[in-house]
């Protein structure tokens, strides 16, 4: 994760997620095989750059599976190619 300096040159944490929202990337899901090799080739088809990045525990709404398979789970991401 970045840090970036606040108000009052105090600093704080940037997520990964929004480093990658600011480079124009857009988080689609959260998802494991074999859709995610699906998907990834379809985003790919319609033209999009296709970025997978490890889960992000704390931004997902239900982990117990994302905890216990950590390594199976990848979230993708996508952003216009230019």
């Known amino acids: 994760m970045g840090e970036g300096r606040g108000e009052g040159d105090k600093v704080h944490k940037v997520s990964r997620e929004q ?40 931004s997902e709404e239900c982990t117990t599976c994302i905890t216990v398979f ?6 993708i991401y996508t952003r216009s190619r230019n």
Do not use: A, C
């Open 19 to 58: 480093e990658l929202n600011k480079e124009g990337w857009e988080k689609r899901f959260t998802i494991d095989e074999p859709r995610l090799s699906e998907m990834v080739e379809q985003y790919k088809e319609l033209g999009f750059e296709v970025l997978l990045e490890p889960v992000d525990t704390s």
């Open 70 to 75: 950590h390594d199976r789970y990848k979230t």
